[in-house]
């Protein structure tokens, strides 16, 4: 006889999410069957759906998650956005509806550390707490299940305490998730996780959201950049100008050029592809409109600072190759050495960012605006927009 099986459906806002849910979905049945219930085969259904990108508003979501549910006659359902949720200015990582068996997790909220398996982890936790309830009793008869467990089998799970939404590690320390029950007048919601310091808040966000841009993703936009501005340093480099000039800079005044080339080239991509989001932007407060706005500004300067790191290795390679040890002594100082091939190469990387690689738009304009917050989510309005004009229609 067959055994009884439970489904699992995972919602999550297209892009980044849907990536990261793909790498784990494998795995899951056989760690419910684990940590949750051995009882039931488990089943996982994923399903893209801009639902969960569309607002940082909790409720909202997790309401149209329990149509979701029972549309597909699903078990248990958990979704994942890649907005920041807020309570206050403090950030939460996770809620949960125990009665319709429904959960939300906010990825920015897991910050910047291995994403994959915090998310299962959290998962496991959610479902959990879910499947059996929050209250101590719950928990207790949950940590006993699972200690017995333990003594059979270990599955390594980075996550063994029922009350955690992920294992106590690394970034937990820094800005620890607090396990909270609701508060009288909140009755959409049995369970929350979240952070309960501002700085702790604001550090889990800002990375967070920085990791959901995927900065490196935006990297081969900057391909015609870096033509332009090679171009313009290796014709500065024949002139023995650029070598004196590297020669009489301090460290704390190429360390300055380099400041100032990388800010010029952050602030030049955010104008010329407009990037910054207005205050007339609707549906954002003025406070996630600033940590969108401040989330751009870093995932830009990650950007920018590969982009600068990879010209300046290149810039070091042809200095060796171009400029004889004799000729760059005969020129500048009989007393100059190895370590002036790089002065001259950093020089030439400042230049060259500032002179030729400003007033350039990146290439592929699309992949650029997809790495800010403000642009997904104008993508997920019109996305949303159009599938409730096309259900209305169907009426």
């Not at 149209?64 to 248990?76: G, L, R």
């Not at 620890?176 to 700085?199: G, L, M, Q």
């Not at 290149?314 to 002065?343: A, D, K």
């Amino acid at each position: 006889m067959s055994e009884p099986v439970k489904s699992l459906g995972i919602i999550t806002a297209p892009g980044y999410p849907e990536k990261l849910i793909g790498s784990i979905k494998d795995g899951l049945p056989e760690l419910l069957r684990y940590y949750v219930d051995d009882q039931y085969n488990w089943k996982i259904e994923f399903y893209v759906d801009s639902l969960t990108g569309g607002t940082a508003n909790s409720e909202e979501v997790l309401d149209e998650v329990i149509k979701f549910k029972s549309k597909h006659q699903w078990d248990f359902t958990v979704a994942l956005t890649d907005l920041p949720l807020l309570k206050g200015k403090k950030v939460v990582i996770a809620e949960a509806l125990e009665k319709e068996c429904v959960a939300l997790i906010s990825l920015p909220g897991l910050g910047a550390a291995p994403l994959s398996r915090r998310i299962r982890d959290s998962i496991l936790q959610l479902v959990n707490e879910m499947a059996y309830d929050s209250s101590e009793e719950g928990r207790a008869e949950a940590e006993h299940r699972l200690q017995q467990k333990d003594k059979k089998t270990d599955k390594k799970l980075k996550n063994r305490n029922p009350k955690k939404l992920v294992g106590r590690h690394g970034f937990d320390r820094i800005s620890p998730i607090k396990r909270e029950a609701p508060e009288e007048n909140e009755e959409h919601i049995d369970v929350r996780f979240k952070v309960d310091s501002r700085f702790g808040s604001a550090l889990r966000l800002l990375t967070g959201m920085v990791r959901a841009n995927r900065p490196w993703a935006m990297f081969p936009a900057f391909m015609k950049v870096i033509m332009i501005a090679f171009t313009t340093g290796a014709y500065a480099l024949v002139f023995p100008t650029l070598w004196l000039l590297s020669n009489e800079y301090s460290v704390g005044r190429l360390l300055l050029l380099s400041l100032v080339s990388i800010t010029a080239m952050v602030a030049w991509i955010i104008i010329a592809h407009n990037l910054w989001e207005k205050k007339s932007t609707t549906r954002q407060t003025d406070y996630m409109r600033k940590l969108y706005n401040t989330t751009t500004a870093l995932t830009l300067l990650v950007s920018v600072c590969l982009y600068y790191s990879l010209l300046l290795i290149i810039f070091s390679m042809t200095v060796v190759l171009f400029i004889p040890m004799s000729l760059l002594q005969s020129e500048v100082s009989p007393e100059v050495g190895i370590i002036n091939y790089f002065y001259i190469a950093w020089t030439a990387t400042n230049i060259s960012t500032i002179v030729g690689a400003l007033g350039s738009a990146l290439e592929n304009e699309e992949v650029v605006l997809s790495s800010t917050y403000g642009y997904r989510q104008r993508q997920r309005y019109e996305s949303i927009k159009e599938k409730v004009e096309e259900e209305s229609d169907k009426y």
